[in-house]
């Protein structure tokens, strides 16, 4: 097994998963401007450290997407961020893609930044320690306006291609992230139809780049039903996902995980524990959430020293229900043990 491929299944090895703590700039200040707090550096410099200084998170963790300026920062003690992860055992990995942009060519889409610069800014962070690195890709579902449209798929599957294999000769496992965005009025099919093209074509064009898969992480949307849409029972969503993996995913692959993309963190938390009792998917499956695992953490701090142990203890909570759930064990009444 190549060093990349054991990494990737190092990454994604049971019980645990990855944490998403690579949230960029703008979408952070966002999220603490929503419980008014200070959009500054230092605030999420102490929001993150929040995070990483949890006590057992690597029960639950065994590897971090970072953004950029978080692998550059430390702890009030000035231990680095890289230090504390690496002290317990979790590996991390960095965003390296530079955000969203609208599609030039067809209005209403979304490309991504930061391939002309890519191969030049990937050197700073394998010498920091990065073991992997992150691209997202945003696919909209407008039924109204016929999007998305095949153009900007094969756009985007194009690059996320392009990246995986410039990354993996820079000595690092690629995660693409085809996101399929929940925002709209989709049906459930919709987005099961919209996440099998992409994810067909996806894995055409990473093998027409000779991209390594088994040296690779997808991570993925589920399939769900836009938010406009009343929630779709879990058993349906994980029969539609694990329906669409089955038919998109070469067996030889690295690993899986899935993005939270809007949906609650118990609904995100059950329809991944329904996929995990499916079950029988030849390599592992697992979470990558940003929001389900830390959204609602930012109001519980609120930015204030006696709230850091409240909000550590709901994040390991959420942590441990992802856990369970990505074994099969979870069950909504579990919800209940944690008060705050
Ligand atoms: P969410 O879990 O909030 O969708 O974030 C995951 C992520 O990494 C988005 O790029």
Redesign the pocket.
């Known amino acids: 097994m190549s060093s990349l491929q054991s990494i990737a299944k190092q990454l994604v090895a049971s019980p645990r998963g990855i944490l998403?703590g690579?949230e960029s700039k703008k979408t952070m200040n966002k999220r603490l401007a929503q419980v008014c707090l200070s959009e500054d550096e230092d605030t999420r410099r102490r929001y993150r450290q929040l995070l990483f200084t949890t006590p057992g998170i690597e029960e639950y963790i065994n590897g971090v997407?970072l953004y950029e300026q978080t692998a550059r920062q430390s702890t009030d003690d000035g231990v680095s961020f890289l230090d504390v992860l690496s002290e317990k055992g979790i590996l991390w990995g960095i965003k390296i893609d530079q955000s969203l942009a609208d599609d030039p060519a067809f209005p209403g889409e979304k490309v991504t930044n930061g391939l002309d610069t890519l191969r030049e800014r990937l050197p700073e962070f394998k010498q920091l320690g990065a073991v992997f690195t992150?691209w997202?890709a945003a696919i909209t579902i407008d039924d109204e306006k016929n999007l998305p449209t095949d153009a900007n798929i094969e756009r985007n599957v194009d690059d996320l291609a392009q990246y995986a294999k410039i990354v993996q000769e820079a000595g690092m496992v690629p995660m693409v992230?085809p996101?399929v965005l929940i925002a709209g009025k989709h049906s459930l099919a919709k987005s099961e139809e919209v996440t099998k093209k992409t994810l067909f074509l996806l894995f055409e064009a990473l093998k027409r780049h000779e991209v390594d898969v088994a040296g690779l992480i997808l991570?993925t949307s589920m399939v769900v039903a836009g938010e406009g849409c009343p929630d779709a029972a879990p058993e349906s969503v994980a029969e539609a996902t694990v329906r669409v993996l089955r038919e998109t995913v070469p067996e030889d692959i690295g690993g899986v995980v899935f993005?939270?993309?809007?949906q609650t963190p118990e609904e995100a938390t059950d329809n991944l524990d329904k996929i995990s009792d499916k079950g029988g998917l030849p390599y592992d499956v697992t979470y990558?959430?940003?929001?389900?695992f830390h959204?609602p953490v930012v109001p519980v701090w609120g930015d204030k020293e006696e709230n850091v142990e409240p909000a550590q203890a709901y994040f390991l909570h959420r942590l441990k229900m992802g856990s369970l759930a990505r074994e099969g064990n979870y069950t909504k009444e579990l919800e209940t043990e944690f008060t705050q």
Request: charged residues 40%.
């Open positions: 998403a690579d997407i992150k997202r992230e996101e991570k993005l939270s993309g809007g990558s959430f940003s929001r389900a959204g």
